[in-house]
């Protein structure tokens, strides 16, 4: 079943980002008058085909699915008829063409826009950055970071999840300067640590870096401790109340919020006895009976509670696209930043991913639930418009470099220089392939 569901996933998402992307062509095509004679998804023999609309446009797809083509009418690649010649490609402006090209990866970045302004409006659920256990001489024992003190800000920035945290350390961590962090610890005084990331190796980028500068437990052991209770739910007609903490169920020891969860998530419909405290007070034998639900075909119990270490960050529409537009736009940054550090070999080139490794995300996420799979295809997204914007031959980047040239020279590049550009293109992006699929048999070599 997670195989299937890791197909699927990986199926759904490389489709859907190759028809975005592709779109973008189509439709600036469109608008700028360019007859479009095939949209393909995939490349190489084409499987299945139907042509539609005025100029009979062929919508295929081919068999090799890792990528995608819009063929315009162009006269470099075969005979026009003299009606068609004002919507050839390569009869229109320089602008045109530009915009055309930039349209894909201008695709790909408005998805990534709207999903993210989709999951802020829902709501982006996560974990208060609460400091689990810290390592002995790392850089974040010298710094003063203590178990159970609660990161607050990040430089400039506010902090409300692990995630945020884990984010905002990774930029600073790439910019190899130091990091103001703002804590507050379980009494509510707040303290300033200085967080010195520049021993950190290249490699050490690759997996879990939040270890590497020593907070070995992203999280203290959760306490079972109610936060937000449901109206009418099963623990508000129990009596209990915000603040609670249930230290036992049926007289066994409740230590952990997981535990207490997974007790009332195994008993639906059936009677507890909660032993609670409750400030200094002690109070025993409150009969809790979590509610009948139905999750994935089976039955679970529950009771309405939040514990207040969990948190999700829920704005409106207008506060949701300021944020998505940030998003996108330091993750885009942050993808070239990377890009250029494994280029001058300070960060690794382990951290380049494939297909394999793309499709296994893929899989986690939706395992997970759909919020984590909208956020997976965001990057991805994202990923795709940074790359297709290199300025590589071959690539939507190459073309631009070469439209670029022609404005400031006033005449095209020539043909030759063209024809040598896509060899040296083609070099480098097999490259790439080998080395982002040589990392993937590794990852799986090693579990």
């Given at each position: ?13 490389l ?10 062509h ?12 095939r ?15 005025r ?32 919507r ?14 930039v ?63 884990r984010?905002m ?30 021993g ?69 419909g ?8 409750r ?47 940030a ?17 001058m ?21 939706a ?81």
């Amino acid at each position: 079943m997670n195989l299937l569901t890791t197909i699927l996933a990986f199926a759904f998402a490389l489709g859907s980002l190759i028809i975005v992307h592709e779109f973008g062509h189509y439709l600036a095509a469109w608008l700028c008058n360019v007859k479009v004679l095939r949209f393909s998804v995939g490349f190489g023999s084409v499987i299945a085909s139907r042509r539609y609309g005025r100029d009979q446009t062929e919508w295929a797809l081919a068999a090799f699915p890792l990528g995608g083509y819009v063929k315009m009418l162009d006269e470099r690649e075969g005979e026009v008829a003299v009606q068609d010649l004002p919507r050839a490609f390569n009869r229109q402006s320089v602008y045109r063409r530009f915009l055309i090209v930039v349209a894909g990866p201008l695709a790909n970045f408005l998805l990534a826009i709207f999903l993210y302004w989709l999951i802020f409006m829902h709501g982006m659920p996560g974990i208060k950055p609460v400091i689990g256990d810290v390592a002995p001489d790392s850089a974040a024992a010298q710094a003063g970071f203590s178990p159970g003190e609660i990161i607050a800000r990040i430089g400039e920035e506010k902090v409300a999840t692990w995630q945020d945290a884990r984010w905002m350390l990774l930029k600073h961590v790439v910019s190899q300067q130091p990091i103001k962090v703002e804590v507050h610890n379980l009494r509510g005084e707040i303290a300033w640590r200085t967080l010195v990331a520049g021993g950190l190796k290249p490699e050490q980028l690759d997996s879990d870096f939040l270890a590497a500068l020593g907070f070995l437990k992203q999280t203290s052991p959760i306490p079972s401790v109610l936060g937000e209770l449901t109206p009418g739910g099963a623990a508000e007609r129990a009596g209990l109340q915000a603040g609670d903490e249930v230290v036992a169920v049926d007289g066994r020891p409740v230590r952990q919020w997981q535990e207490l969860v997974k007790i009332i998530r195994a008993h639906p419909g059936t009677a507890l006895t909660f032993d609670v405290r409750r400030g200094i007070n002690l109070l025993p034998g409150l009969r809790v009976t979590p509610d009948s639900d139905e999750e994935r075909g089976q039955k679970i119990g529950k009771a309405g509670i939040r514990n207040p270490y969990f948190v999700e960050m829920r704005y409106g529409p207008l506060q949701s696209l300021n944020l998505s537009l940030a998003r996108t736009w330091d993750t885009s940054v942050f993808s070239l930043r990377m890009l250029g550090k494994m280029i001058m070999g300070e960060v690794s080139l382990k951290n380049l991913s494939g297909p394999i490794t793309i499709a296994d995300y893929a899989g986690q996420s939706a395992q997970v639930g759909w919020i984590p799979y909208l956020i997976f295809l965001a990057l991805i997204s994202i990923s795709l418009g940074v790359l297709n914007l290199l300025p590589i031959p071959l690539l939507d980047g190459g073309h631009l470099m070469y439209y670029m040239l022609e404005i400031a020279k006033g005449s095209p590049v020539s043909d030759r220089i063209m024809e040598i550009g896509q060899r040296v293109g083609m070099g480098v992006l097999f490259l790439l392939m080998a080395c982002a699929l040589y990392n993937d048999i590794i990852r799986l070599i090693n579990g």
